[in-house]
């Protein structure tokens, strides 16, 4: 069955480091999104990704947040500089372009960033 | 921002009963509800879905009740079984397959034997 795919499953960084959250999509979806938890927190909504541009993004997606197709498999979360806060689990999602508009949204495993 | 709630955190149910999970949301804009299972260390994964059009959808041992008028759903599991035993979310989009998901609190549930 395919499945989203996140790498890496745990990364520690330093406040005020840059990191790179990645994930390759479900190959025929063509919505992707970023959610995140932070720990004992419900799920939350950072950002939607269609035609290779921003669809929607919440207040917790500010300026220090980008997300990136580089090639047409992977997509990708930046954070520019870490800040304590920012430590959380990050969840990939896609989903595909359905007759009627719905559809559900499918999740990876996540990332588990640690902000030290 | 509690558009969507999850009232109960946690519920423990013997093998073999019925399980109850309760969700009510705020927003009457939302057309569309879905509910995930979780796993610690996992990402949420789909069980099952409603459109606003329908007040019940079934998959199996999982039906899905939307009541409109009091913005409430719940996911019933029959016969519920051990393997059921994670954390159950609820969440919410506006219409549109591109639109973010609101997600509830959660709610733990355990099977026991």
């Known amino acids: 069955e395919p499945e989203v795919t996140q790498t890496p499953s745990h990364q520690v960084t330093q406040m005020g480091q840059e990191v790179i959250l990645r994930c390759v999509p479900i190959?025929?979806?063509?919505?992707f999104y970023w959610y995140r938890q932070i720990l004992g927190q419900k799920v939350e909504f950072l950002v939607s990704?269609?035609?290779?541009?921003?669809?929607?993004k919440s207040e917790i997606f500010d300026d220090q947040f980008s997300v990136e197709r580089p090639d047409g498999s992977n997509f990708t979360l930046k954070i520019r500089s870490t800040k304590l806060e920012d430590s959380a689990m990050y969840f990939c999602?896609?989903?595909?372009?359905?007759?009627?508009?719905?559809?559900?949204?499918?999740f990876g495993q996540g990332t588990r960033l640690t902000v030290v | 921002d509690q558009q969507v709630k999850q009232n109960s955190p946690s519920l423990s149910v013997q093998e073999g009963r019925i399980s109850i999970l309760n969700c009510d949301y705020t927003?009457?804009?939302?057309?569309?509800f879905l509910w995930y299972k979780k796993y610690p260390a996992e990402g949420p994964t789909f069980l099952i879905s409603?459109?606003?059009?329908?007040d019940k959808n079934e998959d199996g041992r999982f039906t899905v009740f939307l009541n409109k008028s009091a913005k409430h759903l719940s996911l019933h599991i029959v016969p519920s079984q051990p393997g059921d035993s994670a954390v159950y979310f609820c969440?919410?989009?506006?219409?549109?397959?591109?639109?973010?998901?609101?997600f509830g609190t959660g709610t733990r549930l355990q099977v026991t034997l």
């Open positions: 969440a919410a989009s506006l219409a549109g397959t591109a639109s973010k998901l609101t």
């Open positions: 999602a896609s989903s595909e372009a359905r007759t009627g508009g719905l559809t559900e949204a499918f």
């Open positions: 190959s025929n979806h063509l919505y």
């Open positions: 990704f269609y035609n290779n541009e921003i669809s929607e």
């Open positions: 927003n009457s804009m939302f057309d569309y």
């Open positions: 409603i459109s606003s059009i329908k």
